[in-house]
């Protein structure tokens, strides 16, 4: 299963109107857009309406909570739109509130509340409706940063338990890296590199993407595939093995205390070897 896609760039990038642009909250001027074989571009009223309520939710960076209604209340707020139940609803918002983790405060107003706990009942109001794409316009940019650490695992456990297609916004390289496998860098409204983590860092596009990534602790993000040699002809390749996804940090240890070059290998396969000289400029930045 694949992490969220994140789109990533500085402020008026277009990040938040490319995301906006998947629902036409802004118009696209020209393209397609694909949701489950249907162009969103030829959808009438109703057809968008029903897409909005029912295949797409987005969570904000501003909670956008109902100051007088109850945690409940406002998780099941969007179920109360499209017409269901009250005991629908309330049992369907139950649910979502355990899931987040803020089981104990249904009855809690929100300014009773953290800002982390108002951020997850944005994010149950999100899932009560069980779209199939959840999109994030960087939600977690007034959080602070320990908050907003925790919050980043809850999307990534989130992912793993419900396995929604998620696009997730933000300025943030290192939120971007920790949350998605595939990340895509704006500027001026075009794409600049669509990558993983390593391949921004490893082989930028262009000195915009290079400016990006060099505050980035390297070490944390490639991994051997990207720091290995090949083998000199006479090399004695009777040391350790790892596998080239194994990220830098994870093998300095091995790679300092070996006597020998790490051999990075993939299926039984000698893709290469790592050394002192390979690792120890990549740890020292």
């Keep these: 299963m694949e992490t969220p896609f994140v789109v990533m760039g ?20 020209a393209g397609q857009i694909l949701l489950q074989g249907e162009d969103v571009l030829a959808a009438n009223e ?16 501003h909670f956008g909570l109902l100051p007088h209604r109850r945690v409940i209340d406002n998780v099941a707020y ?13 049992k369907r918002a139950r649910e979502v509130i355990d899931l987040v983790g803020l089981s104990g405060n249904e009855h809690s107003y929100p300014d009773q509340l ?54 997730f916004i933000t300025h ?18 075009q794409m ?33 595939r990207w720091i290995m040699r090949p083998a000199r002809a006479g090399e004695l390749l009777d040391g350790p093995e790892l596998g080239p996804d194994v990220v830098v940090h994870e093998a300095v240890r091995l790679v300092l205390e070996a006597d020998r070059a790490v051999k990075v290998v993939d299926n039984g396969v000698l893709l290469g070897v790592v050394g002192d000289h390979e690792i120890l400029p990549v740890v020292a930045g």
């Design 192 to 224: 600049v590199q669509v990558g993983t983590g390593p391949e921004l860092i490893g082989a930028p596009a262009d000195e915009y993407v290079r400016d990006f990534v060099k505050e980035i602790p390297f070490s944390g993000v490639l991994t051997l």
């Design 114 to 167: 953290s800002g982390g706990m108002q951020q997850r009942v944005g994010l149950a109001r999100a899932l009560a409706g069980d779209p199939d794409v959840l999109l994030f316009d960087e939600p977690f940019s007034a959080l602070d940063p320990l908050i907003r650490r925790e919050m980043q695992d809850e999307i990534i456990r989130l992912h793993r338990e419900v396995g929604k297609t998620m696009v």
């Design 172 to 189: 943030d390289l290192s939120e971007a890296i920790k949350l998605g496998d595939r990340i895509l860098i704006m500027r001026d409204g």
């Design 78 to 90: 969007g179920l109360e739109i499209r017409g269901a139940g009250k005991a629908e609803r309330t």
């Design 10 to 29: 500085l402020s008026g990038s277009g990040k938040s109107s490319l995301v906006r642009c998947l629902t036409r909250l802004i118009e696209p001027t």
């Design 46 to 61: 109703k057809s968008l309406r029903e897409l909005r309520r029912h295949k797409v939710a987005m969570v904000f960076q």
